[in-house]
């Protein structure tokens, strides 16, 4: 069974602080995403990446940065968190050529909310 | 830029038929998708259609595509209580980037 994990189900930080998501994949997916999902909004594409070491900025990439040293994992970093990240962070995970063409696979989602 | 918009609640009674429409911009979408969004979980891809097709059923689901007016839409028939949840129209053009609507959150009262 595929599966996409992310590190906390439900994160709480203090403004200012530096935060790390974490996601980890299983499927050998060469593809990986951070969104993030808000009331109304829908998801909004933070940053992909499609090799180790390689990344490309989303919508939406101020005040984010990611880390990819291994293929199964992507990191999402918040360098100095302030109220307006506070928000579901989800993760993805797609192949290059294998089954349904742009298929993502999600992680469950952090919510984290900074005070 | 690319654009995919969908009303943001629908409320349906049990055993009644669901219709979540969807309008998107891209012309040159490829892939057309329906992800389906559960309390507390992440986007599971319940269907998708090529572009080149007008119709697609699976079970409960059926897709309608209507490329000249870039709409979407998903029926659920016989709606079940277990059914309620978000659902997320989205487009790519096989690449790296999914486009996704704001999600049309499900009601079902038994």
């Known amino acids: 069974d595929v599966k996409v994990t992310q590190s906390s189900r439900y994160l709480v930080k203090r403004t200012g602080e530096k935060v790390f998501l974490e996601c980890v994949q299983d499927?050998?997916?060469?593809?990986m995403f951070w969104y993030r999902q808000d009331p109304g909004l829908g998801l909004r594409l933070i940053y992909f990446?499609?090799?180790?070491?390689?990344?490309e900025k989303g919508d939406i990439p101020e005040g984010y940065s990611v880390s990819r040293e291994k293929k199964e994992r992507f990191s999402l970093i918040l360098e100095s968190a302030s109220t307006n990240q506070t928000s579901m962070y989800l993760c993805?995970?797609?192949?290059?050529?294998?089954?349904?063409?742009?298929?993502?696979?999600f992680g469950p989602g952090t919510r984290l909310t900074v005070t | 830029g690319e654009d995919v918009e969908q009303s943001l609640f629908l409320s349906v009674r049990e055993g009644d038929s669901s219709v979540i429409n969807c309008t998107y911009t891209?012309?040159?979408?490829?892939?057309l998708y329906w992800y389906k969004q559960e309390p507390g979980a992440g986007l599971q891809l319940l269907t998708y259609?090529?572009?080149?097709?007008d119709m697609k059923q699976d079970q409960r689901l059926t897709v309608l595509l209507n490329k000249k007016d870039k709409h979407l839409s998903l029926r659920i028939a016989d709606t079940q209580t277990g059914d309620s949840a978000i659902y997320f129209c989205?487009?790519?053009?096989?690449?790296?980037?999914?486009?996704f609507g704001a999600g049309t959150r499900l009601f079902v009262k038994a």
């Open positions: 993805a995970s797609s192949s290059k050529g294998q089954g349904v063409a742009g298929e993502q696979y």
């Open positions: 499927m050998d997916h060469e593809n």
């Open positions: 990446s499609y090799d180790v070491k390689m990344k």
């Open positions: 891209d012309s040159s979408s490829t892939y």
């Open positions: 259609i090529f572009s080149n097709m």
């Open positions: 989205a487009e790519s053009t096989g690449g790296f980037k999914t486009i």
